[in-house]
């Protein structure tokens, strides 16, 4: 695997031509990091696709504007590629942003090195698919149980979070039926009073 690394990155080297050399220079069999390798596959096929994508075929395209405005054609080619290549390289960012590429690379080259110095055999299947398949099972479907045991628990703590602001909210709407009938009984009772003070007054002439 890392000689099949090493292969693919002094081929990217050698197609970037002398327009594009690579990053760094890489000592014949040795390793680069995979992050690299794949910035560098993605600047050459970069350069291929300008390439293909020559200005002499663009202005086969469109010859009567070449002929009748050369530069503003040239213009158009250049930002025409220019905008090719940021749309290309931040579509390939969110890629490696949305799939985390280049920590789960950086981790796959850290276990390469680390298993060349093993010396114990590589696993190797048993012979029985069934235990093969709950050994390499187990552990993921432990972690899935943890993972929703954990998701459970923090449910649990907003129903709960939520149950509590109902009853308080309910108190409150309690509290406010209460001051509301308070008021409208002492209301009533001064009513009250009114009409039996006017009673014993007599009604004002």
């Keep these: 695997m890392a000689a099949a690394r090493s292969v693919n990155a002094e081929s990217a080297c050698e197609e970037k031509g002398p327009e594009g050399s ?16 794949l910035d560098t596959l993605v600047d050459t096929f970069l350069q291929k696709l300008v390439a293909a994508g020559s200005f002499q075929r663009f202005t086969d395209c469109y010859k009567r504007l070449h002929q009748l405005q050369p530069e503003m054609t040239q213009r158009i080619y250049d930002k025409f590629v220019t905008q090719l290549q940021t749309s290309v390289r931040e579509e390939i960012s969110e890629i490696k942003a949305e799939g985390n590429l280049e920590a789960v690379l950086n981790a796959l080259d850290k276990i ?60 409150q ?33």
């Design 22 to 37: 690579c990053p760094e220079s890489v000592p014949p069999g040795a390793t680069i990091p995979r992050v690299k390798l």
């Design 112 to 171: 390469v090195e680390e298993g060349k110095d093993r010396t114990e055999p590589a696993w190797r299947p048993s012979g029985i698919p069934a235990e093969d398949v709950r050994s390499a099972l187990a552990p993921y479907l432990r972690q899935q149980r943890d993972a929703l045991r954990r998701r459970v628990h923090r449910q649990e703590a907003e129903n709960r979070q939520l149950a509590e602001a109902v009853l308080a909210g309910r108190g």
């Design 173 to 205: 709407v309690e509290e406010l039926r209460q001051q509301g009938q308070a008021r409208q009984q002492a209301w009533q009772a001064l009513r009250r009073e009114q009409r039996e003070l006017v009673g014993v007054l007599g009604e004002p002439e």
